[in-house]
């Protein structure tokens, strides 16, 4: 048992820079205070005692602001940031290692009781600030979910998901999309690089008008070329785009590459 305590302390100094000390976060951190008053609240729950463990729960959301059924599971090292109107239905599953912030929902979409209505996090999932993720489906290992998305559908291990309803943006070589080491780095507020599809869509159209501009001012510079016989204007209409005027590097730092 103090072993799991040291590593929930633990995970806090590691993934919140604003954490002085081991004190303060025990004492300060609403989010430590909601997971160990979750671990007696389950136990009630899967022992028969529902009314124990609502109760319990209930004084956590009232002293935390985080509303974790006593029927979800937790895995270890799980961290709830600023984790205010976090509410977490009964079916649901955090994996080891998630990191959830403030106005998460992991809530339902189905009223029939039994059934998982609830989804399920992978290990070291980020859910941002104010996401929704609504259904019981399973979101993968390393996966983000940005802020203020609503996920409604699976998310595949290491993707990202954002936008109403959510788009995922698929992993690269199976590991989130922002990592460029062998051991990744916590991303706070699953901030990365190339969160966004629609502006990897724009990059991409860019870079291929580019492209195309380029290969016609070389035909056209061929052209000139190979008319040896016959004066430029015979072969070349005046307004034959033989230089490139295409600004590509500044409609890209508008998109935001």
Known sequence: MFARIRSDIQCVLERDPAARGIWEVVTCYPGLHAVWLHRPAHWCWNHGLKWPGRFISHLA???????????????????????????????????????????????????????????TLGKDVVVSA?????????????????????????????????????????????????????????????????????????RGLIDTASGQEHQIALLWQAIEKLSSSKTESDCVPADAARNECFEAEKLNQLVGK
């Open 130 to 202: 104010g996401a929704k993720v609504l259904g019981g489906f399973l979101v993968g290992d390393g996966a983000k979910i940005g802020s203020n998305a609503v996920v409604i559908k699976p998310v595949p291990a290491g993707a990202t998901a954002v936008g109403i309803p959510a788009r995922i943006i698929p992993s690269k070589t199976g590991e989130s999309a922002d990592v460029t080491e062998p051991h990744a780095k916590f991303s706070a507020y699953g901030i990365t690089q190339e969160d966004d599809p629609l502006s990897q869509a724009m």
């Open 61 to 119: 959301r009232w002293f935390t602001g985080i509303e974790i059924h006593p029927g979800a599971k937790l895995g270890n090292r799980v961290f709830f940031d600023h984790a205010m109107g976090v509410v977490v239905g009964e079916t649901a599953e955090i994996g080891d290692g998630c990191t959830i912030y403030q106005g998460v929902t992991l809530g339902g979409t189905s009223l029939y009781k039994g059934t998982k209505r609830h989804p």
